[in-house]
């Protein structure tokens, strides 16, 4: 049988990004996930090819579409590594093709000069998990998708403490601030990766991006401290923070609290079903913070990595 792994990036896959949501959407239901239908149809895929050198990768079996693989590559992480996640059309997953591209993928990230080869599993999908862990993939961290009833949600926006003023993100402007303050948020976390400036700028034109719903925490003397990013996604009952985060010198004044609350009344304002977050297992601080404001923990993604050296 003859393969190709097909390494495009868009519009040059323009023609296959309908049956990649497909193929994504049908990996969902086998597994039971509704939650991540929404974020994984059309509009996901083309925001996907948007991420520069890296990206959506169709693969192919003769001249049908059977999967797609995202790549991306964080060469300047501590343990330089490459993140691969392959999805295939669960009708297709006896094929033999999420071996052949395995290997497909393992040697890329050796020419790439990857010290380390990581992905992510729903916690759910033994097959994978069976098959990562036969070729010596080691469990890094759990990762948790929470929950909340938006009437949980503040009545009327919050207001910060004295001495702190908030605003919204300026396009073209705020790009690389926002970088500065995500790297310097997260660069303990297990599953960190350095962000650019370019990234962050490609955010901007993605579905969904509204620089309303992106906020920053500032000084009265101008020093950005904090900031979150939150996502009305396609279906509009579809609500996400996806980036909230206290630079480590301001951490413990309640800021994080702050900025949780007025993110969850911004996103309630849109009468969402639910608004939700992702946040690694074994972040205490944060898990206690997002359960005290009424979030619950409804999937578990697994982070796996195996090393390239030795």
Not at 79 to 102: F, K, M, N
Not at 105 to 112: F, G, P, Q, T
Not at 215 to 220: I, N, V
Not at 233 to 248: E, F, K, Q, T
Request: negative net charge; contains cysteine.
């Amino acid at each position: 049988m003859k393969r190709t792994l097909t390494l495009r990036m868009a519009p040059a896959v323009a023609d296959d990004l309908e049956r990649l949501a497909e193929i994504q959407q049908a990996s969902c239901t086998r597994l039971g996930d509704p939650i991540s239908l929404t974020s994984h149809d059309l509009a996901a895929m083309q925001s996907w090819t948007r991420i520069g050198p890296d990206g959506v990768h169709v693969i192919r079996d003769d001249d049908a579409t059977v999967g797609l693989l995202r790549y991306a590559r964080f060469l300047d992480a501590s343990t330089p590594s490459v993140l691969a996640i392959v999805t295939v059309d669960p009708e297709r997953r006896d094929s033999g093709i999420a071996d052949w591209t395995y290997e497909q993928i393992l040697e890329r990230a050796r020419s790439d000069g990857a010290a380390a080869l990581d992905t992510v599993v729903d916690s759910r999908d033994m097959d994978t998990r069976d098959f990562l862990k036969h070729r010596d993939f080691e469990q890094l961290v759990s990762v948790w998708t929470m929950e909340a009833d938006p009437d949980f949600a503040p009545a009327e926006a919050p207001q910060p403490s004295s001495g702190f003023h908030l605003r919204v993100y300026r396009i073209g402007e705020d790009a690389a601030l926002l970088t500065d303050l995500y790297n310097r948020t997260f660069d303990q976390h297990v599953t960190f990766a350095p962000s650019t400036v370019e990234e962050t700028r490609s955010i901007e034109t993605t579905p969904g991006f509204d620089p309303d719903l992106t906020t920053l925490l500032e000084t009265d003397g101008g020093e950005a401290v904090a900031y979150a990013r939150t996502t009305l996604r396609a279906d509009p009952n579809d609500a996400w923070i996806d980036m909230l985060g206290v630079i480590p010198e301001y951490q413990g004044r309640g800021l994080g609290r702050y900025m949780l609350l007025d993110c969850m009344y911004r996103l309630a304002q849109a009468r969402p079903r639910a608004i939700r977050l992702s946040v690694e297992g074994i972040n205490d601080r944060a898990t206690a913070l997002y359960d005290s404001e009424g979030f619950m923990k409804i999937r578990t993604r697994i982070c796996y990595r195996k090393s390239l050296t030795g």
